[in-house]
């Protein structure tokens, strides 16, 4: 398994905006799947967006067109730059990676934004 750390998040306003990152112990290079998921309180974790090694994207309707996935391989870490920010996306953000039966979790970082 793959260590994640992650970091990025803080208190904002709504409209603003904010980026993610997700630091990879090892290559991510290797890495076929990665995706950020949140979890607001009382809620179940929900995907947020996801990106295959062949960079191919996946994004919650919520989030499409003000989210967005990246990574560089050369600095092992993926992000998700998050713009036009809403109360709503307020959640614990963890990033995810899948390499063959292994799946890792970071230990998330939180986004709060204010009305």
């Known amino acids: 398994q793959v260590q994640l750390v992650e970091s990025g998040g803080g208190l904002v306003q709504a409209g603003e905006s904010l980026r993610l990152s997700c630091v990879v112990s090892?290559?991510?290079?290797?890495?076929?799947?990665m995706g950020w998921y949140r979890q607001a309180p009382g809620k179940q974790r929900e995907l947020v967006a996801t990106?295959?090694?062949?960079?191919?994207?996946n994004y919650q309707d919520s989030v499409k067109g003000r989210f967005t996935i990246s990574r560089d391989n050369a600095k092992n870490t993926l992000y998700l730059r998050m713009s036009s920010l809403k109360p709503e996306d307020t959640a614990v953000y963890y990033c995810?990676?899948?390499?063959?039966?292994?799946?890792?979790w970071g230990q998330g970082t939180q986004v709060t934004v204010s009305s």
């Open positions: 995810h990676a899948l390499q063959g039966s292994d799946s890792s």
């Open positions: 090892g290559s991510i290079f290797s890495i076929e799947y």
């Open positions: 990106l295959t090694g062949s960079a191919r994207t």
